[in-house]
Every structure is written in C-alpha cells, then in structure tokens.
C-alpha cells in the first residue's frame, strides 16, 4: 500500500547522508522512471513557488526569499491548526516544527529572516518539476520566470485572491499575527482547482512526448498502488503493462540497484553495530577488514549472491555509477567488497589503511536497527518516485471533483 510518511525526509540536514556513490544513479533511475517530476508528491510547494515567484518580480525582491517566507507561514498555519494530530497520510508534509514552534511573530519580516525557517526548504524540490512542467523557464530559482499562461492563471480566481493576500503579507501589512491566507496555502490541503487542472495537463497533455508517455503508464499502472515499487515487482523480463520495454527496463534496473544498495547499507550498519559494541564495552573501536570478513561472512556472501541476481536486472540499462557498484558487489575477494564499500561510505565508516574506524560522524554511532533521525534520508529498497506521482495524481483528481461538485 501507499505510505505517505515514507516518501520524503524533513531535510533540515544530512549528516549521515551514506549514498555510497550513488547518489546520481539514484536520481538518474528516479528521472527515467517519472520525468520532469523530481520528488514532488503534492501540490501545494508548486503554488507557493508561483505566487513567490510572481510577488518577488513584481515587488524586485529575491524569489528565494518570499517563497521560503510564504512557505515557512503555510507551516506554521498548519503546525498550529494540527496541534501535533496529522493523520500519518499527510503528516509527511509537514517541514519546520521544531524551529517555528520558536517562532510568535508571524509578519513577513520575521519568517523571511535568516534560520527562522529550516535550512533546506522544499522549495528546493522544485526546480525539476517548475522546468519540467513548463510551469517556468531560467536557471536558479531566483532567476526563474514564469509561463504566460502561468501568469494569466494567477490573475484569475482563486489564486488572485492568494496573490494579492499574500503580496500585501510581504509589504509588511498586518500585525504579526497569523493573516487568514495563512490556512489557505496549508500543506494539508490541496491546490485550488484552477491550478490543479493546469498541473494535470502539464503532466498528461502537454510536454515532450516521451516524458508525456511515461508519465502516462505510472498513471495507469493502477496494481502499483498495491504493492511496493522494489525489485521482487520488476524482476521478470517481459513488461508489465502498461510500461514499455524501455521504461520497463529502467524500472528493472533502478529498482535491483536500490535493492543492493540497501542490503550493502545493512552490511555496513552491522558493522557500524559492532564498532558502538566496542565503545561501549571500552575496547578499541576499530577493527582490521580480515576481522570483518570473518564476522560479517553470511551477510557479505547473501550481498554477492543478491549481486548476481540483480545483474541481469541492472546492465542492460547502461547506467555508469551502477555498473561499478555492481563490478564492486561480484568481486570475487569478500575483503575487496568491504574495504570498497567502507570507502564509499566515508561518513559513518572510514578505512585507514586495513582498519576500519568511526567515520566524521563516528561520534554518532547507532546499533543497527536504529530509524533515521529528524532530517535524515531514510534509504529504502524502493522507486518512490513511482508512488508519488500516483499520490499527486490522486489529489489533482480529488481537487478537480471537488470543485467540479461545488
């Protein structure tokens, strides 16, 4: 089934941010697998984007700045109005809580300044679907400008109402205290209904073709909704309607990569397990890579195995960074996998010579069933992004019903 809570972390930071090299791979299979989206799963940072966008053009002011600002009072609204009871379907959307539970004064002024809001916003997630849409076109966000028929949706009901609310928030009037605009761009809702219509065309009607029709088959690909998007589900060879070969091939190959980057990541949390062991117990805190091939066989021989399994899955679809993950994963040596895989953690685990010790963040060791902390990736064994169109696509929907039953 679908979770909510389980498709974005609060990215406030990254301390632990144990990629082993794949970083780029990973996007590069989340892109092939729903283009021009990027990790959106809901509507509403596209609309605070826009109406950004526009105040700060209008006003000469940084985009950046009043899109953060506007986002950082729709937390607030809905920080405020949930009292902590969000219903696990939405409560992913919620950013800041700890930082603008400091905050009192809600004026433009204060929620624009520097660290009154978190550092790593999702505004920052829209760039991709901002182009990608064709919502806006330019570089940074800063920089961006929005479409004309952008720009003339703004200017009709509802969102004009939003936009003149919101520009009058940013030139300073109003007391500090909540604006009642404040709950109409809640994270906890969706979109109005103009917008919402626009953002459904963008993704099904409008852009480039082949974007256009792999957004189609998630779209359509309705027994998703009953399953996790791993690689148990693309493991056989011949398509599953109604995705393509290529696409299918994509799927196949970014899901079997994630599959082991999870399983090396359990290898290399044992050990993180094991050097926490020794602190504990007072003893030195390292140990050779000869020790941890000897401690750690099973799991590194269950990680080869998986290799071979997934190589079939993985190399048709000629992605660099993953194939010299994979070259890693079927080495022969078991220590030749450990000592690799430690150094492309390099974060929790760091290789000095043959010795494996704490890494920069060493002084955070966790045993090995420890979750993810607040602002840290959760890594699992899954094509989110293949959920999350379909979430955002069900909302569209449910905004566009709704208004039509008004």
């Not at 021009?36 to 596209?46: I, K, T």
């Not at 919502?135 to 939003?162: C, I, M, N, Q, Y």
Request: hydrophobic share 45%; glycine share 8%.
């Amino acid at each position: 089934m679908i979770s909510w809570d389980a498709l974005t972390p609060d990215p406030d930071y990254r301390r632990r941010q144990q990629d082993l090299g794949l970083r780029r791979a990973v996007v590069s299979f989340n892109d092939r697998a729903v283009p021009g989206l990027g990790n959106l799963w809901f509507s509403m940072p596209v609309a605070w984007a826009l109406l950004g966008l526009k105040i700060a053009a209008d006003r000469n002011l940084n985009a950046v700045t009043v899109t953060n600002a506007i986002e950082a009072l729709a937390m607030k609204a809905a920080h405020s109005a949930s009292s902590g009871a969000v219903d696990k379907a939405v409560g992913s959307r919620l950013r800041g809580h700890r930082k603008l539970a400091l905050v009192d004064d809600l004026s433009y002024a204060s929620l624009s300044r520097r660290g009154a809001y978190v550092s790593q916003p999702l505004r920052q997630m829209l760039q991709q679907p901002l182009d990608g849409l064709a919502l806006a076109t330019g570089g940074r966000f800063a920089t961006l400008e929005l479409a004309s028929d952008v720009l003339t949706l703004l200017e009709g009901k509802p969102l004009k109402e939003l936009l003149d609310a919101l520009d009058a928030w940013v030139g300073g009037k109003g007391s500090g205290k909540k604006p009642p605009v404040a709950d109409s761009i809640s994270p906890l809702f969706s979109v109005p209904r103009p917008l919402a219509i626009k953002l459904r065309s963008r993704l099904f009607e409008e852009g480039r073709p082949e974007d256009l029709a792999r957004r189609r088959s998630v779209r359509d690909a309705d027994w998703l909704d009953e399953t996790r998007a791993d690689a148990r589900v693309f493991a056989e060879a011949t398509p599953r309607p109604p995705f393509d070969a290529e696409h299918w091939r994509d799927l196949r190959a970014g899901s079997a990569l994630l599959a082991l980057r999870h399983k090396a990541l359990l290898l290399l949390r044992d050990m993180e397990g094991a050097l926490l062991d020794a602190r504990q117990a007072g003893l030195p805190v390292r140990f050779t890579t000869k020790e941890a091939v000897a401690r750690f066989a099973a799991q590194i021989e269950d990680l080869g195995r998986d290799a071979v399994t997934m190589a079939p899955m993985i190399e048709p679809a000629g992605e660099t960074d993953s194939l010299a993950f994979l070259r890693l994963l079927l080495s022969a040596d078991p220590g030749t996998v450990v000592r690799g895989l430690v150094m492309r953690d390099g974060t929790v685990l760091r290789l000095d010579d043959d010795r494996i010790l704490p890494g920069p963040v060493g002084d955070d060791l966790r045993p090995p069933g420890a979750p993810p902390e607040e602002g840290e990736e959760d890594e699992q064994p899954d094509l989110r992004r293949l959920h999350a169109m379909r979430m955002l696509v069900a909302e569209l929907d449910a905004a566009i019903v709704a208004g039509d039953a008004a």
